[in-house]
């Protein structure tokens, strides 16, 4: 079963926060050579089970090409190919508010228009809120 990449727990997004602020670290203070950072980078978010594309832009400047000290580092998916996104597991850290966002403790918010269409049975759920069809 192939996972949605956009399933990502609030944990989930803490650990790619910081494996990016350490790698952007490791790049700001020192050279490096670019294969073996492709590699590293790779590797640390494999680690925090995640698998990553590595875009090295090239540009120049007075027409000298430059070296960019960070490459683009997207998410593309996990690295365990049976992982099934638990709905209620993010609710809890949402509720929990692990990521420390402030005022969100115990809060899931919704847009106004989106529970009434969901409550008016227009947005795959009907009138009794949830979402299964009889």
Known sequence: MSADVLDLYDHDVEQIFGVLARLQDRARFRRHNYNDFDREIREAFAE???????????????????????????????TDPDFVFDKDRQVHEVTKNILDIPGETGVLKTDPETLKRFMDGNGGGHAHGHGHRH
């Not at 089970?49 to 998410?75: I, L, R, Y």
């Open 48 to 78: 925090i089970g995640f698998t990553v594309a590595v875009n090295w832009h090239e540009f120049e400047m007075d027409g000298q090409k430059q070296e960019g000290a960070m490459p683009e580092v997207t998410v593309t998916g996990r």
